[in-house]
């Protein structure tokens, strides 16, 4: 007669296997791809009223020479001008590494549509990690194909709206200065301060500033169920790593990105985020 725990096991065995297939395949396969379109109320102390309503969107590690590249951009392209947003952000990593992938990343950055434009700044991506200094013309190419980029400086958009933005700080590449990106402010107190990475929220908090938007971990990419992201890339805490967070008066939220990194996500989709402003 056959042993019932021999059955069982070797259910429990066919059962953990086809488990550990469908997992593999939803990493490499199904989530690198599978974006989520998040969409959140975004409360901004002092709104100008003119922007009471406003549609934002937040974009993210795109790093264009992914090998989804192609098709995640003209995708990212169709979908955000379909919002039809009043204002685009982005926080950095263009591209992987290379000044060839400044090329493609600039011809879909141009078609992105938004009424006040697209503003950003610089991911460590957009850095050569050696030599410390930006990717051979990938400034050049993505103001030529329209955004409006802040270097640890600030700008001010009609109906006055302020925005900062920093170069970024990262364990690879400390180019911020957010002293400078504020000096541009009155008060020294932006609206929105766009940060390639969470890292800058210490520093953030210490100054006052009250909004932060950044990116850089892609969520930790890999999420363990009830544990979090083992990975996430940044010196702050994985409570920083996705979504919302706050440290004293400053609130953040940090993009899942829209690339993969070895093209793997797990419990992790990539993102692009929706915000309506509204007067805190």
Not at 168 to 197: C, E, F, I, M
Request: glycine share 8%.
């Amino acid at each position: 007669m056959k042993d019932r725990s021999t059955d069982l096991k070797t259910l429990f065995t066919a059962v953990a296997a086809a488990a550990v297939v469908a997992a593999a395949i939803d990493t490499v396969f199904i989530e690198p791809s599978c974006v989520e379109l998040t969409r959140y109320p975004l409360p901004i102390v002092d709104l100008p009223a003119e922007w009471q309503g406003a549609k934002m969107v937040h974009l993210t590690d795109l790093h264009y020479g992914d090998p989804r590249s192609k098709a995640l951009f003209e995708w990212m392209v169709r979908t955000v001008n379909g919002l039809e947003p009043d204002l685009i952000v982005i926080t950095g990593d263009f591209v992987v590494s290379r000044p060839s992938e400044g090329v493609g990343a600039a011809k879909y950055l141009a078609q992105l549509q938004a009424k006040h434009g697209v503003v950003g700044v610089l991911g460590d991506h957009d850095f050569h990690l050696r030599t410390k200094k930006t990717v051979t013309g990938i400034v050049d190419r993505v103001r030529g194909a329209g955004v409006h980029l802040l270097r640890n400086e600030a700008t001010e958009l009609p109906g006055g709206l302020r925005i900062a933005g920093i170069d970024p700080t990262t364990r690879k590449v400390q180019k911020a200065d957010l002293n400078a990106a504020l000096a541009a402010v009155p008060d020294g107190k932006p609206h929105l301060l766009l940060s390639h990475a969470p890292d800058i929220i210490p520093e953030a908090a210490e100054l006052g500033v009250p909004l932060v938007l950044c990116g850089h971990t892609h969520g930790g990419q890999v999420v363990i169920p009830f544990f979090g992201p083992p990975v996430t890339h940044s010196r702050v805490g994985k409570e920083f790593a996705s979504g919302w967070s706050a440290l004293k008066d400053t609130r953040m939220y940090t993009g899942r990105g829209l690339a993969s990194h070895h093209s793997l996500r797990f419990c992790c989709r990539p993102e692009i985020t929706l915000f309506t402003l509204e007067a805190a």
